[in-house]
């Protein structure tokens, strides 16, 4: 069973950064794309970022380009979200998931991804 453990959520001032984790089970963590997607309250599970198996190829959703970065670190089973001049728009509770093996794109959409960690709140203010 795969598990996936986000990490750094917290509460930040507009423009501050922050960034979070998410620690994967398993041996094959290295084989499979990662997402990053955040749910807001009454509003739907929206993509946020996502990077390849290769770490070769990201993606961004257009309100957090030049803003954000999907990196990953394979030796670690750890896939990250650096996130910088945050806003208020960005409070949400952000998850992490798994995506498809060896897909050399990178999927935005929730039904290619998985499984899914519980989550982690950030939090921005004015």
């Known amino acids: 069973q795969v598990q996936l453990v986000e990490s750094g959520g917290g509460s930040v001032q507009v423009g501050g950064s922050l960034r979070l984790s998410c620690a994967a089970s398993?041996?094959?963590?290295?084989?499979?794309?990662m997402g990053w997607f955040r749910q807001a309250p009454g509003k739907e599970r929206e993509f946020v970022a996502g990077i390849s198996w290769s770490g070769g190829n990201t993606s961004y959703s257009d309100s957090v380009k030049g803003r954000f970065t999907i990196s990953r670190d394979n030796a670690k089973n750890t896939v990250y979200l650096q996130m910088s001049s945050l806003k208020p728009e960005d409070t949400a509770i952000y998850y992490c998931?798994?995506?498809?093996?060896?897909?050399?794109?990178?999927?935005?959409?929730?039904?290619?991804?998985?499984?899914w960690g519980q989550g982690t709140q950030v939090t921005v203010s004015s």
């Open positions: 398993g041996r094959t963590f290295s084989a499979y794309g």
């Open positions: 998931a798994r995506g498809p093996l060896r897909a050399p794109l990178v999927g935005r959409g929730k039904d290619e991804y998985r499984y």
